[in-house]
């Protein structure tokens, strides 16, 4: 691989995703989390902590439920020393109406250092952050990106496959409705990844092959798979469906569910990985889930290490 | 009042085939005399030296939010900013609160106009009850009362035994059924143009099919009901391709275009701006280049802003919660000199006709050409004015505009209703 030019900050103020970002950030962000990683391939690590963010503050704005992200982000801020202010919007004036310019303009008047958005409208990073200064953490908006998803796929993969260059990363599922998909093929195809999708037809349009270089588009899972080094499964978002895209969960799962038969399609060491919450026995089953091959908890753990690096390069800056 | 005359202009009225200099007599509110040279004691001059006299350009597809959301336009600032923009008139569809959906709203609406100074108001009433497509409107008592045509512009006529019913109806009493062709099925949850772009943005999408179906299942059946249909803002490829056809058949059918869809593609969305939100949506770079053609060859009748104000509480939002809709009168005339005129896709005589004989013809009013006893309304244009547009400093209520800041090759000088002027440049 040519010797790729090492920066110190990121070029950009924000993380609203993964397709403004150059090799470069990604490489900056991917080193920056290796010092935080509990977990490598070959090795556990102890917990590391710092005060490097010591008084300074993160508001996590979650404006779609979630579990797992926010926190994920509470222990990358806690790690760090820094002052976490959950919101909880259900109580908020958002339920009383208040428009959500408003409302992130009055987190902003309390001097956060940094602000974690996740929203159900795509964009609303993008809006928010044409309104402010204080640097955005895009934790998934809408169907359009997630971009700490994406960096902790690529810390996980680069683990296990010591590369993300010269790989054939299978992402199969529900593509159309899926935010990690979007990142993971913008990030793959900048460091030129092979990347091909899968799943039900209207849930995977050809049109994705014009997203980024080196996609394409596969309705037979088979050919997908078919010697992948990386097999990457969508949750079926069954919320985000406005119209039946397939019939049920069981006839979905008949076709479409990773099983142990179709990983048999892929490289023999080949990692599946789930961004989570997984449904067990219709995107993945159990078996493949629970085996050696799945990295589906070194995901989890990465995750924290990536968002650390996040705040590290995004909230360090002097208050 | 004085007399107006305006000398030396380049009179440009296709209707007459006329394109010559020559001096124009307004009088009394009418048009008095078109000839080579005109002297009359005791009239104001106008001298249109250098510019281009036409008669008075019709947008025939505007929201002027009154009664009901004049935070966002009112009958007043609508009329002055379309003569701001070179309009002498407007038809204004129904889809206020309440709606125009009795002749009470509209002698309002006729009433309101006639305070407002500035271009000439034409209402348009409901084809059904409230907008809600299961009963139709009082559709005899509205054109008694003063509308020039139906509509449930903001929803499609989707009923189409309703629609059936309504073009039997216009029929006989002479005027077009306007419909906003949109198959609310396909293009439900939609946001923007259903493609690449959209894709990328992780927005959903509104597919072309979803206005090229309903324009099908429109010019079948006013070929069956014998009525006059009009199909507003049209934006696909497909769909100009259909009333193409239909007008080869015979079918009484016209159409019209916006200024923001011969000009802008889905990329304008990129930025997640609301300002580039409308419906139908932006299309793409070949749609665009078939509303041109379609410009050109006839294909289309008539340019219409579609110009529905919205506060800038409502646009500043995300993509996804930002209601549909951009304003267009004080920058339909400059858009369609700058691109099509002087990018030579149409001529003069054409912008014209797309502006005036023809939304004229459509809605069945007087205008749309120079003749004397005509209504004494002009258009003045200065083909070479260079220009920037700002909304902030416009005449409308409301600023979503996606051509905030463009600079334009041409614009409207003068606009002259009943024989006085009401805007200039
Ligand atoms: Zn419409
Ligand atoms: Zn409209």
């Keep these: 691989m ?54 300074k503050s993160l508001v996590l704005a979650f404006f779609e439920p979630s579990t797992r992200t926010r926190i994920s982000f509470e222990l990358a801020a806690d790690r760090l020393g820094m002052d976490v202010v959950n919101l909880a919007l259900e109580a908020s004036s958002v339920q009383k109406g208040e428009s959500l310019l408003d409302t992130v303009k009055t987190l902003v008047a309390m001097r956060p250092d940094a602000l974690v958005i996740r929203h159900q409208a795509s964009g609303v990073p993008q809006f928010l952050a044409r309104h402010t200064s204080v640097p955005i953490l895009n934790a998934g908006d809408g169907l359009h990106e997630h971009p700490t998803q994406a960096l902790l796929d690529a810390l996980t993969i680069r683990d296990h496959k010591g590369r993300l260059d010269n790989l054939k990363v299978a992402i199969l599922g529900d593509i159309l409705h899926s935010r990690v998909a979007r990142s993971n093929i913008h990030l793959l195809s900048k460091f030129g990844a092979r990347i091909a999708l899968g799943g039900p037809p209207p849930l995977v349009p050809k049109g994705f092959e014009k997203l980024a270089p ?11 798979l078919a010697a992948a080094d990386v097999v990457m499964m969508l949750r079926v978002q069954l919320e985000r469906q406005r ?40 995107d993945i089953a159990g078996e493949v889930a629970d085996s050696s091959r799945s990295v589906i908890p070194h995901q989890v753990e990465n995750g924290v290490a990536v968002r650390m690096a996040l705040l590290e390069l995004l909230a360090g800056g002097a208050s | 009042m004085k007399p107006l005359l305006i000398k030396n202009g380049r009179v440009v009225d ?40 036409a008669p008075g350009f019709i947008d025939m597809h505007v929201h002027l939010r009154e009664p009901g959301k004049e935070s966002a336009e009112t009958i007043q600032s609508g009329a002055r900013a379309a003569a701001a923009g070179g309009f002498t008139a407007v038809a204004c569809m129904p889809n206020t609160q309440p709606a125009n959906d009795t002749a009470l709203v509209t002698r309002y609406i006729l009433a309101q106009a006639a305070q407002a100074g500035g271009a000439r108001v034409y209402p348009i009433g409901a084809v059904t009850k409230n907008l809600a497509g299961e009963e139709l409107a009082e559709l005899e008592s509205l054109r008694a009362a003063g509308a020039v045509a139906f509509s449930d512009d903001g929803h499609p006529v989707w009923n189409s035994r309703i629609l059936r019913r309504a073009l039997e109806y216009a029929a006989a009493l002479n005027l077009a059924v306007i419909d906003h062709c949109e198959d609310p099925q396909l293009a439900a949850g939609g946001v923007m143009h259903e493609g690449d772009c959209a894709l990328r943005l992780g927005l959903r ?13 429109n010019v079948v059946m006013a070929a069956l009901a014998g009525g006059h249909i009009h199909l507003a803002h049209l934006s696909t490829r497909g769909a100009l391709e259909v009333v193409r056809r239909a007008k080869r058949a015979g079918v009484r059918v016209t159409c ?28 793409t770079a070949d749609d665009v280049t078939a509303l041109v053609e379609g410009l050109a060859d006839g294909t289309v009748d008539a340019i219409a802003s579609d110009h529905a104000p919205h506060t800038p509480t409502e646009k500043q939002a995300d993509f996804e919660s930002a209601p549909f809709g951009v304003i267009g009168l004080e920058t339909a005339v400059a858009l369609a000199l700058d691109k099509l005129f002087h990018a030579s896709k149409i001529t003069l005589p054409r912008l014209v006709e797309l502006f005036s004989a023809n ?12 003749k004397v006893g005509a209504p004494a309304d002009l258009t003045v244009l200065d083909l070479e004015r260079k220009w920037t547009y700002r909304a902030a400093e416009g005449v409308s209520k409301s600023r979503n505009s996606p051509f905030d800041g463009w600079s334009f090759r041409g614009a409207a000088a003068a606009t002259i209703v009943a024989g006085v002027l009401v805007f200039r440049r």
Excluded: W
């Design chain 1, 2 to 55: 040519a010797a790729r030019k090492v920066v110190a900050r990121l070029s950009q103020p924000h993380l609203l995703g993964i397709e403004p970002l150059s090799i470069e950030d990604i490489e900056l962000v991917l080193a920056t989390a290796q010092k935080y990683q509990t977990r490598t391939a070959h090795e556990t690590r102890p917990v590391s902590r710092n005060d490097l963010l010591a008084g």
């Design chain 1, 214 to 224: 080196g996609v394409t588009v596969c309705h037979e899972l088979d050919q997908a």
């Design chain 1, 243 to 282: 119209e039946p895209l397939f019939a049920s969960p069981a006839e979905y799962a008949r076709h479409y569910c990773l099983t142990t038969e179709r990983l048999a399609r892929a490289q023999p060491d080949a990692i599946v990985m789930h961004p989570g919450p997984f449904l067990r026995g219709i």
């Design chain 2, 14 to 53: 296709p209707a007459s085939k006329l394109d010559a200099r020559r001096d124009i007599l307004l009088e009394d509110g009418r048009l008095a005399a078109v000839e080579a040279k005109i002297e009359r004691a005791g009239a104001e001059v106008f001298d249109a030296a250098n510019l281009v006299v």
């Design chain 2, 205 to 217: 999408g509104i597919p072309a099919l979803a206005e090229e179906l309903p324009v099908t299942r």
């Design chain 2, 256 to 283: 019209e275009v916006t200024p923001h869809h011969f000009t802008l593609t889905d990329e304008a969305c990129r930025e997640y701006d609301t300002r580039a939100k409308m419906n139908p949506p932006l299309r």
């Design chain 2, 359 to 370: 939304p004229a013809r459509i809605l069945g009013v007087e205008g749309g050409q120079l």
